[in-house]
């Protein structure tokens, strides 16, 4: 991800608000209002064509501009624009294993909701004598899983009557640190559009923009209604 030669501005420039430089200052600046990327946490990165469009690494998500936007080559994963002095995102070999699965973005935020299950479901495990490892977060009878798709290559979304099941990993002390560990998760939750990191956030994806952005508020929702349900004392599944 070292090759680079020249400004390549114009491939972030456009007023067309849809423009992924654009639309990523834009998501970001509506996911840090919801309390998912605070302090400079979290990220977004779109795949249009053969270019990856990522949000920059310490930059207030809220004041992003799409002269911070960085722009990465997908086939030789060399970058084709770097803003001065900011850094990529550590997030990046993560999108990258989203994208190598056919999404056509990747968001990933750290919010609360998210963070609380993870530690509700990893308290279940330990007094059940469960492997944390082998636990995911699962859910069902709740209207609001009818925003998340089946599975890739499968028609429509789940049912009220299905069970929605997200992976749940490890965290580690470098973002980048956690690629083989989700990527594992990827391939053992195959229809699983998500990735929860414990203690840390989730990441969600999608097969474009509107769909990664619908399934992260279902998810979003959901978490935030089984924390509320646990609270008082009523099960996630029968």
Known sequence: MDAYTGSNDHLIES??????ANLIC???RNF??????TGTGGGTS?????????APSGVQKELMEPSNIFVLDYASRSYLRKP????????TPLF???????????IHTHSQWAVLVTLLVERDAKEAGDDIRERCFEIEKIEQIKGIPKGQGKVGMLGFFDTLKVPIIENTAREEDLTSSLETAMEKYPDSYAVLVRRHG???WGDNVQKAKTQAESLDYVFQLAVRMRELGLPWTS
């Open 46 to 54: 779109i795949r249009q064509g053969p270019h990856i469009f990522i």
């Open 84 to 91: 001065p002095i900011l850094k990529p995102s550590a997030c």
């Open 202 to 204: 989730i990441y969600v």
């Open 96 to 106: 990258l294993a989203a994208f190598d699965k056919g999404a056509g973005c990747c």
């Open 15 to 20: 007023t067309d608000s849809q423009h992924p």
């Open 26 to 28: 834009t998501l970001c």
């Open 32 to 37: 840090y209002h919801l309390g998912w990327v």
